[in-house]
């Protein structure tokens, strides 16, 4: 997994949020886009100004220049426009960038740059994952499996939800069928602890996290979210199930099982509300036309 890019018509605030209530540090700025980071790398979120807020593009880590060219070739063979045949962003070495389903670009890449910033004093390990709900779930599912090689750990219902890997954690992309919309881009805290802090950093700001702590039963993460600026969700999760075994077959659902929170029947009836839509290009269009 490599990086969220979110477009948003405050991009102050939406680096407040980022910074002063998740715990990353700014790591580059540029006249139109601020960088942040969790782990030692360059980036994991960036923000970029703009007159719309929105999904601008999903970053994945190619394992090796060989895996980069391949993906490459599996884009040409879907017939999918690629839209820049170099990093849109900086610190990265090479990368190419395309529009895939419904209209969200894609960004792979190799040879991000590190970066040894100073840690704050609170703050998630790494991004770890995200979650959105494209309308055709299974076409999108199928699309990861071919083009980007990720793996099936746990399906929800018939047609509904699908929680794919593509290193050991349980999942990097989770699938929920829906509006076509980035629902939440998730970081991994150390403990618990860390959930209820980041509540309490909530509070003093009169702002309160939308749902949590609960404990998933697809994944066995224990997670809180909160709503950033932009309108996307924000999640903080620790104890995600690692998977170590590429065979080992998906766990299966009911769609109506309670395979979001083991500790209670409750869910907010709001909460797949929130959310961003890929930000529209020529590019984009073309694919939805």
């Known amino acids: 997994m490599g990086h969220v890019g979110i477009q948003t018509t405050k991009l102050e605030e939406s680096v407040f949020d980022a910074t002063q ?103 998630p390990d790494r991004y770890g994952h995200f979650n959105f709900h494209p309308r055709d779930v299974t076409g999108m599912m199928k699309f990861l499996q071919r083009v980007l090689d990720f793996r099936l750990s746990d399906v929800i219902g018939d047609d509904f939800a699908y929680f794919m890997r593509c290193n050991p954690d349980h999942h990097g992309i989770a699938l929920v069928k829906g509006q076509g919309t980035l629902h939440h881009h998730a970081w991994q805290a150390q403990s618990i602890v860390d959930l209820g802090k980041l509540g309490d950093r909530l509070n003093r700001l009169g702002r309160e996290l939308i749902w949590g702590p609960v404990r998933h039963g697809a994944g066995h993460n224990i997670a809180a979210y909160f709503v950033e600026t932009s309108g996307a969700v924000v999640e903080l999760y620790t104890d995600l199930e690692q998977i170590y075994d590429d065979s080992r077959p998906p766990v299966i659902w009911g769609e109506d099982e309670n395979w979001w929170n083991m500790w209670s029947s409750y869910r907010p009836t709001d909460f797949r509300n929130f959310g961003l839509a890929p930000v529209e290009s020529p590019a984009r269009m073309a694919v939805l036309r």
């Open 21 to 123: 209530l998740l715990g990353l540090r700014e790591t580059e700025r540029t006249s139109d886009a601020v960088y942040l980071a969790a782990a030692n790398v360059h980036h994991e979120l960036v923000y970029i100004e703009s007159d719309v807020d929105g999904v601008d593009s999903f970053g994945f880590v190619a394992r090796d220049g060989d895996a980069l060219r391949e993906i490459r070739r599996r884009v040409e063979q879907e017939n999918l426009p690629i839209i820049s045949e170099k990093p849109r962003g900086a610190g990265i070495e090479d990368g190419f960038s395309f529009v895939g389903p419904e209209g969200f670009v894609f960004e792979v890449y190799v040879g991000m740059q590190e970066n040894q910033a100073a840690q704050l004093s609170f703050g």
